[in-house]
């Protein structure tokens, strides 16, 4: 399976519809609905470059998680794989499938960049990049 896969199991997650929860943004309602789309999917890491371009997704996650930048009602919505203490494991246990930690930085860090535009959008509203960034975390998920 290739990085190609991933972006497209996050991008058909990009067309799901949802419907607006009560106080979080519809950006994370319609993420948290990717997420379970992602899950649902076959789309799994099975290269060490899909285990490093994950970590890099589940990274950017697990940053925002602890500098605060989600609220609690957005965090609500999501499941609680995705919510603290749950989330920085699914990081852990994406870097421990890597043999090659070291070969491999280029590929977490284009996970790392595509993350961060998905969060960054997501966070000022955008739920077609709350959907990418949640669907593929579900794709990512172990």
């Known amino acids: 399976m290739s990085r190609a896969a991933f972006l497209l199991a996050g991008a058909v997650c990009a067309l799901a519809a949802s419907a607006p929860a009560q106080a979080a943004s519809a950006a994370f309602v319609a993420g948290?609905?990717?997420?379970?789309d992602g899950r649902e999917s076959a789309t799994?890491?099975?290269?060490q470059a899909e285990f490093a371009y994950c970590g890099g997704y589940w990274t950017?996650?697990?940053d925002a998680l602890a500098e605060?930048?989600?609220s609690e009602d957005d965090?609500?919505?999501l499941s609680p794989v995705l919510q603290p203490p749950s989330a920085p494991f699914q990081a852990i246990a994406t870097f421990s499938k890597l043999n090659e930690a070291d070969t491999l930085n280029d590929e977490v860090e284009e996970g790392r960049v595509?993350?961060?535009k998905f969060l960054a959008d997501a966070l000022a509203g955008d739920e077609s990049a709350a959907r990418a960034l949640f669907?593929?975390?579900?794709a990512c998920q172990l």
């Open 114 to 116: 595509e993350a961060r």
């Open 32 to 36: 948290a609905e990717a997420y379970r």
């Open 68 to 70: 605060e930048q989600v």
């Open 44 to 47: 799994r890491p099975v290269e």
């Open 60 to 62: 950017v996650w697990n």
């Open 75 to 77: 965090l609500a919505v």
């Open 135 to 138: 669907g593929t975390l579900g």
